[in-house]
């Protein structure tokens, strides 16, 4: 089962939201900095919980971030985003916070052959690094009856899903598996399940992060938009050779 694997692999929980491809909204930014609570639950949390149940969080800072994003501790997918450094002497651009706009920059120098993913424990560790995404709930429409699949704490269950349901599309997860919201709660669904009449609703593509210790005398740490570190010189998309196993480069 999917939680079993790719969900624990990720993160050990399974978070907030995902949004899906189009243009980011044009709601202006607000103009201080935010902090973003990342929900923390118990690495057994249950595919099912109270949107509301009061959970343990971490704080990290985010700016210019419009209403409406949400933050996810880890990075989706089956395969989660990763690269690698592929010569000395790179510099990416980071920044102090996570931001949404272009903000005054963080040259981070990365030593080479390092390997950025959630899946390379050694370099998570040596370096201190943390993997999180700004993503945009999106809503999903039901256009006919159907009861589909579901897994909750207690394993697989059925969902009654009604015409005229909206339900939010919170997280992605792998192999066609997502986290939706429904009436206050979140539960493991596939879209294979779904009618095929189902209606989504397009947002703006995750934005994943992740903070790194750049390769200087003072350690500075910066977090680096994955997007902004594969376009820069000497840095490539790392090609996984297993599943849940990465290093750094030989």
């Known amino acids: 089962m999917i939680r079993a694997s790719t969900a624990a692999i990720l993160s050990g929980a399974i978070l907030t939201a995902c949004g899906q491809g189009g243009d980011a909204p044009s709601t202006p930014a607000p103009a201080g900095p935010e902090a973003a609570t990342v929900p923390q639950p118990a690495a057994d949390a249950p595919a099912v919980v109270d949107a509301a149940a009061e959970t343990e969080t971490t704080t990290v800072q985010t700016e210019g971030y419009p209403d409406g994003w949400e933050m996810q501790d880890y990075w989706s997918g089956e395969y989660p985003n ?13 920044h102090e916070t996570i931001t949404f706009e272009v903000y005054p920059p963080i040259y981070c120098g990365l030593p080479n052959k390092a390997t950025y993913s ?60 997502f986290i939706a919201e429904k009436d206050g709660k979140l539960y493991e669904m596939n879209e294979s399940e779904l009618p095929q009449s189902t209606q989504f609703e397009q947002g703006p593509d995750d934005q ?42 030989p």
């Open 82 to 94: 990763a690269f690698a450094v592929t010569a000395e002497g790179v510099t990416v651009m980071g």
């Open 118 to 177: 959630p899946w390379n424990g050694a370099r998570v560790e040596s370096d201190d690094l943390n993997f999180v995404a700004m993503t945009y709930p999106t809503t999903f429409t039901i256009q006919e009856d159907a009861t589909i699949e579901v897994f909750v704490d207690e394993g697989a269950s059925q969902l009654d899903l009604k015409t005229g349901d909206v339900l939010t599309y919170k997280s992605y997860l792998a192999e066609g598996f």
């Open 208 to 249: 994943e992060w992740v903070q790194v210790t750049c390769d200087d005398a003072a350690q500075t740490r910066a977090w680096v938009l994955y997007t902004d570190a594969i376009n820069a010189n000497g840095v490539e998309p790392y090609e996984y050779t297993g599943f849940g196993e990465a290093s750094d480069l």
